[in-house]
Antibody, heavy 120, light 108 residues
Framework: QLQLVESGGGVVQPGGSLRLSCAAS????????MHWVRQAPGRGLEWVAG????????FYRDSVKGRFTISRDNSKNTLFLQMNSLRPDDTAVYYC?????????????WGQGTLVAVSS | EVVLTQSPATLSLSPGERATLSCKAS??????VAWYQQKPGQAPRLLIY???NRATGIPARFSGSGSGTDFTLTITSLEPEDFAVYYC??????????FGQGTRLEMK
């Protein structure tokens, strides 16, 4: 049974940091590019970052470059998102998402999400 | 960045009716569009990939079409469980991967 379970969300002050984790099971984690997608309250979906299957390459949206770092530990089947210098507009539910196949970046499985609230 | 514009923002229909949702890209994305369904409090679910391919386990009443800049998701004969928000996403030109703003399908 394929599972993605996010954790690490919470309330943080502007300028603070959080580290999100996504524990994967039920598939060969080390062979899939993985992504983080977020959704602000009452808003649509927004892609945040992606990392190759081996961690060799990472991708970010411009608004998080230099503040967020995506990484993975294939020995522990876990995806991470280190978020620094958090801003109120980073407030969202953060989902980890699995790439569907080697063909390209759409997402056939998502975790349940973890809420990050940036507020003073 | 490829901008995806979905229309209408809200679609009010009754069970049994046909739904047609549109997604227009700001530049050609070939066939590389996916559609997702999201219900309140749940993660998105992949319905369609590469414009017209149903994902595993998706009922045949869901179909997708289009190429280039114009894409359509059609739901024939709406079931009560189909009322949700639908998003399109392109993977042709990235980063960033981009989503449309969503269409809310509500029960009339």
């Amino acid at each position: 049974q394929l599972q993605l379970v996010e954790s690490g969300g919470g309330v943080v002050q502007p300028g603070g940091s959080l580290r999100l984790s996504c524990a994967a099971s039920g598939f060969t984690f080390s062979t899939y590019t993985m992504h983080w997608v977020r959704q602000a309250p009452g808003r649509g979906l927004e892609w945040v970052a992606g990392v190759w299957f081996d961690g060799g390459k990472t991708f970010y949206r411009d608004s998080v470059k230099g503040r967020f770092t995506i990484s993975r530990d294939n020995s522990k089947n876990t995806l991470f998102l280190q978020m620094n210098s958090l801003r109120p507009d980073d407030t969202a539910v953060y989902y980890c998402a699995k790439r569907r196949s080697a063909a390209g970046e759409d997402f056939d499985f998502w975790g349940q999400g973890t809420l990050v609230a940036v507020s003073s | 960045e490829v901008v995806l514009t979905q229309s209408p923002a809200t679609l009010s229909l009754s069970p049994g009716e046909r739904a047609t949702l549109s997604c227009k890209a700001s530049q050609s994305v070939d066939i590389y569009v996916a559609w997702y369904q999201q219900k309140p409090g749940q993660a998105p679910r992949l319905l369609i990939y590469d414009a017209s391919n149903r994902a595993t386990g998706i009922p045949a009443r869901f179909s997708g079409s289009g190429s280039g800049t114009d894409f359509t998701l059609t739901i024939t004969s709406l079931e009560p469980e189909d009322f949700a928000v639908y998003y399109c996403q392109q993977r042709k030109i990235w980063p960033p991967l981009t989503f449309g703003q969503g269409t809310r399908l509500e029960m009339k």
